[in-house]
């Protein structure tokens, strides 16, 4: 069911269009004149979908609500009717932005099916616009969830480069977050409402990456049955993420440093250049400063890449963090299943913050939807966690020495944080979540205890 607008001044071909377009199951307004319609438009309660519209309308035409309809609700459609039909009004009209121009007389089957097709183009233009709307709130920073200062700097980057045109090169380990933070850049830049493309550069063999970036040719190669656009073309005023771009062979490298160079493609088998304007911005998990020295990665295009560098810290190097992206996983996987999930025990908490995460953030996510999938009760426990999960993590003692310090290096503040968090969820657990008794044990007063495991996120779960 749509809300229609009609503008019509010959009262017989409007009731006729209005019993028409009631027994075709729409809401229907039926007005007679120019300047009732442009009132009506400017009011709070003008929410139509279409507006049916003749051109002669006495003082103001049908082009004047046509227009009127097109700079200020240009989501609605209109549908211009006339006796007086010439190829030249019909121009201005569609140039106007009118979905078509029907003569009359018409057949009312005839209309209908161009009513029906604007209100699918209109249908499409709400569903662009929500779905724009989800992406630019999905990929802000809430998806990239993180309190720890090597978060906050991730993010005040963000937000310094997404406005400009500037490459990025964003590193980090597998699992960490690299993609959002990609998107993250582009759906906060001027360039949101434009494709934002990812290239696995890992996943696609060499063979078949020029033609697969750059597109090719009818006839270029065997298979090349057509003319194919490439994805940094498609890409267009948009950004393109060179997911693991490590894996580049040096042939590519070349190529690509020359697209970074000049902002211009030629496809395979083909003899013009095309300029493209095109934001990339490039991933990796190796460390490319060690690839140049081996050789295996080019010196100039690692420069032209690492303009600007935003590092995504391993889990382990931010495990304050684990509480709240638990919490922003259950909330997600709440929704997805339709399950009741309010929090984590005490005993499974300890589980988790003792874990490890190889596979850092992505890691993370499987684990709580597995668990979240298993539970019984609201409230995860440990025997709702992987089993391999809870073989490994019981005991404290099982754990590196907390003196050590690895080769390369530790964030001394994180690993403190880490042992206390882990001394509260241990004295809640040995005291079965009575804070005083934990506070007693811990020889620290109940307003401090409290302070810890608000700073800590505990508190949630253990209610």
Do not use: W
């Amino acid at each position: 069911m749509a809300q229609i607008l009609v503008v019509e001044d010959d009262p017989s071909l409007r009731e006729v269009l209005v019993m028409f377009l009631h027994k075709s199951g729409h809401d229907v307004v039926a007005i007679d004149d120019g300047d009732k319609a442009l009132r009506l438009l400017a009011s709070d309660d003008a929410d139509f979908d279409l507006v049916l519209t003749d051109l002669k309308l006495g003082r103001r035409s049908g082009l004047d609500v046509l227009s009127y309809v097109k700079e200020s609700r240009p989501h609605i459609e209109v549908i211009l009717m006339t006796a007086f039909s010439t190829v030249e009004t019909a121009i201005d009209a569609m140039r106007r932005g009118a979905f078509d121009y029907v003569g009359k007389p018409f057949k009312l089957e005839e209309i209908s099916i161009t009513i029906e097709k604007a209100l699918e183009k209109r249908n499409l233009s709400l569903e662009n616009i929500r779905l724009r709307k989800e992406l630019s709130q999905r990929y802000r920073f809430d998806a990239i969830v993180g309190r720890t200062s090597k978060m906050q700097l991730v993010f005040e980057r963000i937000m310094r480069v997404a406005p400009t045109k500037t490459s990025v090169l964003i590193t980090g380990e597998s699992g960490t977050g690299k993609e959002l933070v990609a998107r993250a850049i582009h759906f906060n830049s001027p360039r949101k409402d434009k494709p934002f493309i990812v290239v696995n550069c890992g996943a696609i063999p060499d063979s078949l990456m020029e033609s697969e970036l750059f597109g090719h040719v009818k006839g270029s190669f065997t298979g090349a049955h057509a003319t194919r656009h490439g994805l940094i073309e498609s890409s267009s005023g948009g950004t393109v993420f060179l997911d693991e771009i490590g894996e580049l062979s040096l042939p590519m490298q070349v190529k690509l440093l020359r697209f970074l160079q000049e902002h211009k493609i030629r496809m395979v088998g083909g003899v013009q250049e095309v300029a493209v304007d095109v934001r990339v911005v490039a991933a990796t998990n190796k460390e490319l400063g060690s690839e140049v020295e081996k050789g295996a990665f080019r010196e100039d295009l690692y420069f032209r890449l690492n303009v600007i560098r935003i590092h995504m810290p391993p889990l382990r190097e931010r495990s304050e963090d684990i509480p709240y992206l638990i919490h922003h996983f259950l909330e997600k996987y709440r929704k997805a299943l339709g399950r009741s999930l309010n929090g984590v025990s005490p005993e499974a908490m300890e589980i988790l913050m003792a874990h490890r995460f190889q596979g850092n953030v992505r890691e993370l996510e499987n684990i709580i939807e597995h668990a979240a999938t298993f539970a019984t009760s609201p409230i995860i426990v440990p025997e709702d966690l992987p089993e391999n999960l809870r073989a490994d993590g019981g005991d404290m003692g099982r754990h590196d020495d907390v003196s050590s310090v690895p080769a390369d290096g530790l964030d001394i503040e994180g690993r403190l944080a880490d042992i206390e968090r882990r001394i509260l969820l241990n004295a809640l657990r040995r005291t079965n979540g009575v804070r005083k008794d934990a506070a007693d044990l811990l020889r620290i007063s109940f307003r401090s205890l409290r302070y810890k495991l608000a700073k800590y996120g505990i508190s949630d779960a253990e209610d």
